[in-house]
């Protein structure tokens, strides 16, 4: 009933746009030029950029959606609305760096990113550094950093976009942004308010009882509930040049309320287990660039303040509801970059920067009376130098020296080759080698109970070899293809573990070796007014557990858990004329959920395969561009996990209508 009414909305939209528009069946675009100058500093490191097209598929969703079905990183999902992290060539969620316009997002509380509070509508540009070329942007990624950043429009005069969702499960999206400027001086302005009440129904197979007559289990159907999210932000963007000088200064507000559904194993009744956490986020980013001939010079600071608030209440007869936990979290990151380069020749390019980190952390739980309050100071130093010999070769080497509470951190190397194998193919080889260091969070040094401030930094020596082929036949035909091979070996690996005191601590006691294989094509084909774009990835990842095989016994030699041998993904999208088709695949094999590897279903989440299909029509009137999109989300109706006790939704169905002018 809910899909024939989605559809008849849908057909109503479109017969009342269609009697507005012109009969003539053409849209009439300006034409544009793409050109694509090879930067040197990129020539020797393992780079893959998102595609424009992907970006504004999934423009009204999360960061973690995005990653999960075009990229061949890992994401665990602990259901729709919930927590996301991601894990790159099989490397822990703290391996994994994120850059919002040069200054990181990762939390110096938690060490890690929640990818589902990264709407994907602030920024146009995303591109993921690999293993050891991450030390190009930052330091202690030892899986890889994610960049996020806007591209300025400055011959922009006014221009807009109003995005606005309807979906299953009361699902309603709203986002718009207003674009204003002359030539040297550009506005723009965002804002953005999301709500899922997110109560799908799901069969619980953990909860069951036998049929009397036939002795089969029977499962019940159950709503997903106390699973509401609720967010809403605001994004501010001033940007200013004259002659040789450029200037950005950004705001970014957002304020996010969700309830944490109950494992599906619960049993209790509706008034107890009661789970909700509220993450408040202000940010302010500036950034200047001052240009000459051949050097050029980057500043960068940042204030960001995270607050965290998470509560579990339980109702008492008599007395009403009553908090088990409450705690909150603070912290306070100032950052400071300077970042210097020359240019001494078209061949030759050298870049240094230093960077001033301050962190302030507080925590609290006010049941126990606990919490701690740290401060943490990061002084950074980092030189590269990029070289191409002759005309098929090129290197470069990076070297970053950290200082974190007055500790010197150990050098930080990298050293990469690119080799021109065929000018008429664009046929490159790319290597390179690489140490890093990750060091503790705050939370894993001083959390109480629990905390573990003799943890010594993680270590990570790598190399990756890669093929990648640019073949361009023709104004019609382009294909894209890399193919990577990497290894990695990672010593002092922090885990947290039940301490004989009956809580959990973190440990320096892992050894990790990963290696496997990435692969990556995309292919732009336009035959007469067809166009077609596909793009697809396909990851091997061994990470295996190295450590004592006397402490680890069952877990020694075995995949870590929650780590996939098998993903990939496929994203093929089909335009003519004025209608599109949008078909998404991506798959996972098997993950064990405990070290040992036991196939139960307690362990083990079997492979699935997750099919999402979109299609619309795009229209002007007048000076309005009008997109109208419907999607069908796991359109086989796949029954699937993610993580234990999280229950995903079934298939599910969202209308969009996208205004830009």
Same mark, same amino acid.
């Given at each position: 009933?809910?899909?024939?009414?989605?559809?008849?909305?849908?057909?109503?939209?479109?017969?009342?746009?269609?009697?507005?528009?012109?009969?003539?069946?053409?849209?009439?675009?300006?034409? !544009?030029?793409?050109? *694509?100058?090879?930067?040197?500093?990129?020539?020797?490191?393992?780079?893959?950029?998102?595609?424009?097209? /992907?970006?504004?598929?999934?423009?009204?969703?999360?960061?973690?959606?995005?990653?999960?079905?075009?990229?061949?990183?890992?994401?665990?999902?602990?259901?729709?609305?919930?927590?996301?992290?991601?894990?790159?060539?099989?490397?822990?969620?703290?391996?994994?760096?994120?850059?919002?316009?040069?200054? +990181?997002?990762?939390?110096?509380?938690?060490?890690?990113?929640?990818?589902?509070? !990264?709407?994907?509508?602030?920024?146009?540009?995303?591109?993921?550094?690999?293993?050891? +070329?991450?030390?190009?942007?930052?330091?202690? %990624?030892?899986?890889?950093?994610?960049?996020?950043?806007?591209?300025?429009?400055?011959?922009?005069?006014?221009?807009?976009?109003? $995005?606005?969702?309807?979906?299953?499960?009361?699902? /309603?999206?709203?986002?718009?942004?207003?674009?204003?400027? !002359?030539?040297?001086?550009?506005?723009? @302005?965002?804002?953005?308010?999301?709500?899922?009440?997110? *109560?799908?129904?799901?069969?619980?197979?953990?909860?069951?009882?036998?049929?009397?007559?036939?002795?089969?289990? $029977?499962?019940?159907?159950?709503?997903?509930?106390?699973?509401?999210?609720?967010?809403?932000?605001?994004?501010?963007?001033?940007?200013?040049?004259?002659?040789?000088?450029?200037?950005?200064?950004?705001?970014?507000?957002?304020?996010?309320?969700? %309830?944490?559904?109950?494992?599906?194993?619960?049993?209790?009744?509706?008034?107890?287990?009661?789970?909700?956490?509220?993450?408040?986020?202000?940010?302010?980013?500036?950034?200047?660039?001052?240009?000459?001939?051949?050097?050029?010079?980057?500043?960068?600071?940042?204030?960001?303040?995270?607050?965290?608030?998470?509560?579990?209440?339980?109702?008492?007869?008599?007395? &009403?509801?009553?908090?088990?936990?409450?705690?909150?979290?603070?912290?306070?990151?100032?950052?400071?970059?300077?970042?210097?380069?020359?240019?001494?020749?078209?061949?030759?390019? $050298?870049?240094?920067?230093?960077?001033?980190?301050?962190?302030?952390?507080?925590?609290?739980?006010?049941?126990?009376?606990?919490?701690?309050?740290?401060?943490?100071?990061?002084?950074?130093?980092?030189?590269?130098?990029?070289?191409?010999?002759?005309?098929?070769?090129?290197?470069?080497?990076?070297?970053?020296?950290?200082?974190?509470?007055?500790?010197?951190?150990?050098?930080?190397?990298?050293? &990469?080759?690119?080799?021109?194998? +065929?000018?008429?193919?664009?046929?490159?080889?790319?290597?390179?080698?690489?140490?890093?260091?990750?060091?503790?969070?705050?939370?894993?040094?001083?959390?109480?109970? &629990?905390?573990?401030?003799?943890?010594?930094?993680?270590?990570?020596?790598? %190399?990756?070899?890669?093929?990648?082929?640019?073949?361009?036949?023709?104004?019609?035909?382009?294909?894209?293809?890399? %193919?990577?091979?990497?290894?990695?070996?990672?010593?002092?690996?922090? !885990?947290?573990?039940?301490?004989?005191?009956?809580?959990?601590?973190?440990?320096?006691?892992?050894?990790?070796?990963?290696?496997?294989?990435?692969?990556?094509?995309?292919?732009?084909? @336009?035959?007469?007014?067809?166009?077609?774009?596909?793009?697809?990835?396909?990851?091997?990842?061994?990470?295996?557990?190295?450590?004592?095989?006397?402490?680890?016994? *069952?877990?020694?030699?075995?995949?870590?858990?929650?780590?996939?041998?098998?993903?990939?993904?496929?994203?093929?999208?089909?335009?003519?004329?004025?209608?599109?088709?949008?078909?998404?695949?991506?798959?996972?094999?098997?993950?064990?959920?405990?070290?040992?590897?036991?196939?139960?279903?307690?362990?083990?989440?079997?492979?699935?395969?997750?099919?999402?299909?979109?299609?619309?029509?795009?229209?002007?009137?007048?000076?309005?561009?009008?997109?109208?999109?419907?999607?069908?989300?796991?359109?086989?109706?796949?029954?699937?996990?993610?993580?234990?006790?999280?229950?995903?939704?079934?298939?599910?169905?969202?209308?969009?209508?996208?205004?830009?002018?």
């Amino acid at each position: 009933m809910k899909l024939l009414q989605i559809i008849i909305l849908f057909i109503f939209i479109y017969k009342v746009s269609y009697c507005q528009t012109n009969n003539n069946d053409t849209i009439k675009i300006k034409q !544009i030029t793409i050109s *694509d100058k090879k930067n040197i500093k990129e020539t020797s490191i393992i780079i893959q950029k998102i595609d424009s097209n /992907i970006i504004a598929e999934e423009t009204n969703n999360s960061l973690s959606e995005l990653l999960s079905k075009y990229t061949p990183v890992f994401v665990k999902n602990y259901g729709k609305t919930s927590l996301s992290t991601v894990s790159i060539r099989g490397t822990a969620t703290s391996h994994t760096d994120v850059l919002f316009n040069g200054i +990181s997002l990762k939390s110096p509380m938690l060490g890690q990113v929640d990818f589902s509070l !990264i709407p994907n509508n602030l920024f146009n540009n995303i591109s993921i550094n690999y293993g050891g +070329s991450s030390i190009i942007n930052t330091s202690g %990624a030892l899986g890889g950093n994610i960049n996020l950043y806007n591209k300025i429009n400055w011959k922009n005069k006014l221009s807009g976009v109003f $995005i606005q969702d309807i979906g299953s499960y009361t699902t /309603i999206n709203s986002f718009v942004a207003i674009n204003t400027g !002359i030539k040297n001086l550009q506005f723009s @302005t965002k804002l953005y308010n999301n709500y899922s009440k997110n *109560d799908f129904t799901f069969k619980n197979k953990n909860i069951s009882t036998i049929d009397s007559l036939s002795g089969k289990y $029977i499962y019940p159907y159950q709503k997903n509930k106390n699973a509401e999210f609720y967010q809403n932000g605001f994004f501010q963007s001033v940007n200013y040049k004259k002659n040789n000088i450029t200037l950005s200064l950004n705001y970014w507000h957002q304020n996010t309320n969700r %309830a944490i559904p109950r494992l599906n194993t619960y049993e209790g009744n509706d008034y107890s287990n009661i789970n909700k956490q509220n993450d408040l986020s202000n940010n302010i980013f500036f950034k200047s660039t001052y240009y000459k001939n051949k050097s050029k010079i980057n500043f960068y600071s940042a204030v960001i303040n995270k607050q965290i608030n998470y509560k579990l209440k339980n109702y008492i007869s008599g007395n &009403g509801y009553y908090n088990v936990i409450n705690s909150y979290g603070v912290s306070n990151s100032l950052y400071n970059k300077i970042n210097y380069e020359y240019k001494f020749s078209d061949n030759i390019l $050298i870049s240094t920067n230093y960077s001033f980190n301050y962190h302030k952390v507080k925590t609290k739980e006010i049941i126990q009376n606990n919490g701690y309050n740290k401060i943490r100071k990061e002084n950074n130093f980092y030189i590269s130098l990029y070289n191409k010999t002759n005309n098929r070769l090129s290197n470069s080497i990076i070297i970053r020296q950290n200082l974190v509470d007055n500790k010197i951190i150990p050098i930080i190397p990298f050293f &990469g080759i690119d080799y021109l194998i +065929s000018k008429n193919n664009d046929l490159h080889i790319k290597a390179s080698v690489s140490k890093n260091y990750n060091i503790a969070s705050l939370n894993d040094l001083y959390w109480q109970p &629990g905390g573990n401030p003799n943890l010594k930094p993680e270590e990570s020596r790598s %190399a990756d070899i890669s093929l990648v082929l640019n073949k361009k036949t023709n104004k019609i035909f382009n294909i894209l293809f890399s %193919a990577t091979y990497y290894y990695s070996y990672i010593n002092n690996w922090i !885990i947290w573990l039940p301490s004989p005191l009956g809580y959990w601590s973190p440990y320096n006691i892992n050894k990790v070796k990963s290696q496997g294989i990435e692969i990556n094509a995309k292919i732009n084909y @336009t035959i007469n007014k067809i166009h077609i774009f596909a793009n697809a990835n396909y990851s091997y990842t061994s990470s295996i557990n190295k450590g004592d095989s006397l402490i680890w016994k *069952d877990a020694y030699n075995k995949q870590l858990p929650y780590i996939p041998k098998h993903s990939g993904n496929i994203f093929i999208s089909i335009k003519y004329k004025k209608y599109y088709i949008n078909y998404i695949h991506n798959s996972y094999s098997e993950r064990y959920t405990s070290s040992s590897q036991e196939i139960s279903r307690r362990d083990w989440l079997y492979p699935y395969f997750m099919n999402n299909l979109s299609f619309g029509k795009m229209f002007n009137i007048k000076n309005i561009n009008i997109d109208l999109k419907f999607k069908i989300y796991n359109l086989f109706n796949e029954e699937y996990r993610t993580v234990l006790g999280r229950p995903m939704p079934r298939q599910n169905y969202l209308l969009q209508i996208k205004l830009k002018f």
